[in-house]
């Protein structure tokens, strides 16, 4: 007896943990394990969902993986300009057909954002910006004035348009990997003019608006030949020389699909799928008590326990939580009082037959299992399918519910059975009608 | 005992259900959302000043498009539907829609999809392969849940009336989408085929755990030896008396969180909760009013 009470008081504490865990992030963002938040799906924090195909016929199979790999590279860097939260580039093959699928929270214009993906890299000649005009601009920035102007460097007219060709090159006395630029002859002589104007000073060069490399120039360079010496590792100065060759992505994409959701509608999917677990959560625990009394009560506890569980493994995976979601969770919820109903019928049933509420206890959990089991398994088969078959939406139903029902049986066998024997009550008329129980004569 | 003894009124009511479910499927058909058809989906909503619904399909018209249709949705939205616009019209469509060449002062787009032929293809494949898989498979788990029952009835006779009852809980729930996508635009999508999944694992547990009981009860009757054909009927009866009072709980559990789901839940899961809440309604009255009773009349008329 001591022993379970003090399983029962252990499960208790590890509940009040995990409830804190499960909320911190709602009321103490700054506290311990405050800053780990629920992740939602696009579909609950509004955004866009972009599905291309890549064609890859030009490119032999052997480098298919390859070249789709540095595609998404590439459209990643792109992305981030964006200044999206957290931005997913995924490569995805199905059958014959590479994609890449992107996601962008919290942008609904998707024109935009089409257009920056598909785009030929840009690459950029920038020189430093004088003093006095960068002093101008910041302080005009400091007081909180828009000016789209970099305060730094000034864009020239030398852009990757009149690049001959590109070639990668190790550096013979450090071994590190350089990227050599050769121009066309107008690009040469723009080139030299560039130089010779910033000896002594910075140019900048940009890919696709962002600085790769920053150089001082030492002397005017009239041969068309300039060098990139940036932070490169071989595999990403080898991924530049070719986009740079090539002109373009490394393989030309075409949209096949997307799907967007605007901010407002995707807060009031979170709010209205929120209410609705609350009510369904409370509606259900109200039926319990009515129904089994004191066992109803216990599995409530075992109910309020599972529901926190399942929640912090939602933060821990973690797991994307879509309005489809929310819908598996709550699905499972119900299915998790399954188990606890399938044990109090059962304990009912031993008891109205004759048997010592003590013993009927443990048969009860004993004979319940079988049915508990057999029940979950074909929802553990219909969720595992509809996981891997499904699409993201679907995923999101099949995990929340695989995890719920993995979760209902073990608070059922576990917390809840830890609780009935903890309760301790002794065979007698008072605690067989807390039971529910009517004993027949 | 009741259950079986009127066993024949709830194969009437059953049929009178199942006619008018297949009736349905057949002479409507379903309405496949843009995820299965490939197209396009905007909802809109008007911040104030919401036009008529022939004005709006008047100002599409004349901006160009055709082949759409428009569904009102709340009391300032639209949902507009259209084939596949490619990805520069969706501008023209918001612009068309609010006669302004700044769309976001006169309305707010909720939601755009456009799905192209090839995603609707593998989806709709998808879709097959995952209802094919999720049928073998618990046809699999039917038969070996099955593997110790014998006497008096044939164990692929319990694996049959399962699967019986199985169809008509998809059935149910398949016809009523039939009316609904006739009489208020519900679409078949890919959540929809989600939750005969789910409904299919759902009702093939819940007739597990009757038959489980009868299989529990005829060992203890073979062990008192009276194992006589004619008991079975009553060992039947018996059986869905002890589990019935299980089966309607767990069955109104679920039935409160999906009912929450469906009237205070988000739209885009809202037939989704109607689809799983008709399914489970159906999947409980089968396991209880039509699996059992339909083991014993087959036992009774191969007897004969």
Known sequence: MLKIRLIAIFLLLAGVFLAYFAGANFFRPDWFLGNIGYRLGLDLRGGAHLVYEADVSAINSSEVSESMEGLRDVIERRVNAFGVAEPVVQVQKSGDSNRLIVELAGIFDTDQAIRMIGQTPYLEFKTERSESEREEILKKQEAGEVVLKDPYFIPTELTGRFLKKSILDFDSNTGFPNVLLEFNEEGSKLFGQITKGNVGKVVAIYLDGLPISVPVVQSEITSGNAQITGQFTP??????????????????????????????????????????????????????????????????????????????????????????????????????????????????????????????????????????????????????????????????????????????????????????????????????????????? | MIIIRFRKILYVFSAIILAASIFGILFYGFRLGVDFSGGSILEVEFLENTPELSLVEKNLSNAGFSAFRIQPTGEKGFIIRLGDIGQESRQDLLKALSLSDNPESVLVARRFDSIGPTIGRELRRNAFVSISLVIILILAFVSWAFRHVSKPVAIWKYGVVAILALIHDILVPAGLFAYLGRFYGAEVDALFVTALLTILGFSVHDTIVVFDRIRENLRKAEAEGRIGAADFEQIVGKSLDETYGRSLATSFAIFLVLASLFWYGADATRYFALTLLIGVIAGTYSSICLASPLLVSWQKWSRK
């Open chain 1, 235 to 441: 595999q990403e100065a080898r991924d530049l020389v070719r986009r740079l060759n090539s002109g373009a992505l490394p393989v030309p994409i075409k949209l096949m699909a997307q799907q967007s959701v605007g901010a407002s509608l995707g807060a009031e999917s979170l709010e209205r799928g929120v209410i609705a677990g609350i009510y369904g959560i409370l509606a259900v625990a109200l039926f319990l008590i009515l129904r089994y009394r004191l066992p109803g009560l216990i599995a409530v506890f075992g109910l309020v326990f599972y529901v926190i569980l399942v929640l912090s493994v939602f933060k821990v995976l973690p797991v994307t939580l879509t309005a489809a979601g929310i819908a598996g969770f709550l699905l499972s919820v119900g299915m998790a009082v399954d188990a606890n109903i399938l044990i109090f019928e059962r304990l009912r049933e031993e008891v109205r037959w004759g048997a010592n509420l003590g013993k009927a206890v443990d048969t009860g959990f004993q004979r319940a299992w079988p049915s508990i089991r057999d029940s979950n398994i074909s929802t553990l088969i219909t969720s595992s399918i509809l996981y891997w078959f499904g699409t993201s939406i679907i995923r999101g139903f099949a995990l929340t519910l695989g995890v719920g029902v993995l979760a209902s049986i073990f608070s059922a066998l576990v917390v809840t059975k830890v609780f009935v024997l903890a309760s301790g009550l002794r065979h007698n008329r008072f605690s067989l009608t807390l039971y529910g129980v009517k004993r027949e004569a």
